[in-house]
């Protein structure tokens, strides 16, 4: 089984409807992460998180909430999608303490808003 | 400007070229360095790793670290078909964010 899951991997929506992307893990690490990937403009934080009492901004927060519901749960909401949040988005853990903070990517969820 | 900047290609290489890839950016501050490949539909996963300057080698794989001028390098020998995906530099200081670059598509033509 995979340690970081995401779901759903695909998501077709229209403008303004709220979205939750939802990621998972049995790494065990307190830290995880929310990115963005788009063509030309690489990964992107949105969120990060250090552990379940602890949320913080990252880059691009604007449009996007998140919730730690637990050390292994980390979800994302866009609260009224709009279509430039089209974009393939990315969950990631690393390990406190680790010298580099190796981060471990889940599959990625692809997003589309009409 | 950017922190992190990468040439996005893409390179196209024969099979068994060396391959060079190269990062720039801008914050002197950075002292973590990695590399990540990420091959299609497929979340990134870590290739190198390393701490300051210097190089760093594994197996037909050396990432190059130069904090002088800013500047990482990751070289690839013998490379090969499967070597072909979006190779990613990321970065990171003492503070808790990482900086990724935009990545380079790589295709190694058998």
């Known amino acids: 089984d995979a340690d970081v899951t995401q779901t759903p991997r695909n998501r077709i929506t229209k403008t303004g409807k709220r979205i939750m992307l939802e990621c998972s893990q049995t790494k065990g690490h307190d830290r995880m992460y929310w990115y963005r990937q788009d063509p030309g403009l690489g990964l992107r934080l949105i969120y990060y998180s250090f552990d379940v009492k602890d949320i913080n901004k990252g880059e691009i927060s604007d449009g996007y909430s998140v919730s730690r519901q637990a050390q292994a749960k980390f979800s994302l909401s866009l609260e009224s999608a709009i279509p430039n949040q089209t974009a393939l988005y990315f969950c990631?853990?690393?390990?406190?303490?680790?010298?580099?903070?190796?981060?471990?990517f889940g599959p990625g969820t692809r997003l589309t808003v009409l | 400007q950017k922190e992190v900047e990468q040439d996005p290609g893409p390179l196209s290489v024969p099979e068994g070229a060396i391959v060079s890839l190269n990062c720039t950016y801008s914050n002197s501050a950075f002292q973590y360095f990695m590399w990540y490949r990420q091959y299609s539909r497929k979340g990134p996963e870590l290739l190198m790793y390393?701490?300051?300057?210097g190089n760093k080698e594994d197996g037909r794989f050396t990432a190059q670290v130069d904090k002088s001028s800013k500047y990482i390098s990751l070289f690839i020998r013998d490379s090969q078909p499967s070597d072909s995906a979006t190779y990613l530099c990321a970065m990171r200081h003492t503070g808790n964010q990482f900086y990724f670059g935009t990545g380079t598509s790589l295709t190694v033509i058998p």
């Open positions: 390393t701490y300051s300057s």
């Open positions: 990631a853990t690393s390990e406190t303490g680790s010298l580099g903070g190796e981060q471990f």
